[in-house]
Nanobody
Framework: QLQACGGGLVQSGDSLRLSCAASGRTFGSYFMGWFRQAPGKGREFVAASGSSGNTYYADSVEGRFTISRHNLENTVYLQMDSLKPEDTAVYFC????????????????????WGPGTQVTVSS
């Protein structure tokens, strides 16, 4: 199970940090991702973290967002800086616990567990 928190209402240029706590004894082996969904749009890849610490980002957030993980605490974070109104969305954390490495990491179907989402609203 995944539980994300840390969303809120901020102004353009502000920062937020999302966190996602996971249950599971093998969290360290999970491939973790963050996705977001804006009103009227599909779910969009934001960032991902491999079990070895490799990180991956969507072009739209590269240089502004940072994904990190603390395996001993079973938690993954998304630090979001220089937020823009277009970052407004519900943010979801997701876990690939089955190591489905043949599925592209930016694809939602790779992930078998999803948190309920947390709202991020950026005003201009």
């Amino acid at each position: 199970q995944l539980q994300a928190c840390g969303g809120g209402l901020v102004q353009s240029g502000d920062s937020l940090r999302l966190s996602c706590a996971a249950s599971g004894r093998t969290f360290g082996s999970y491939f973790m991702g963050w996705f977001r969904q804006a009103p009227g749009k599909g779910r969009e890849f934001v960032a991902a973290s491999g079990s070895s610490g490799n990180t991956y980002y969507a072009d739209s957030v590269e240089g502004r967002f940072t994904i990190s993980r603390h395996n001993l605490e079973n938690t993954v974070y998304l630090q979001m800086d220089s937020l823009k109104p277009e970052d407004t969305a519900v943010y979801f954390c997701a876990a690939d616990s089955r190591q489905r490495t043949w599925v592209p990491l930016r694809t939602a179907s790779r992930y078998d567990s999803w948190g309920p989402g947390t709202q991020v609203t950026v005003s201009s």
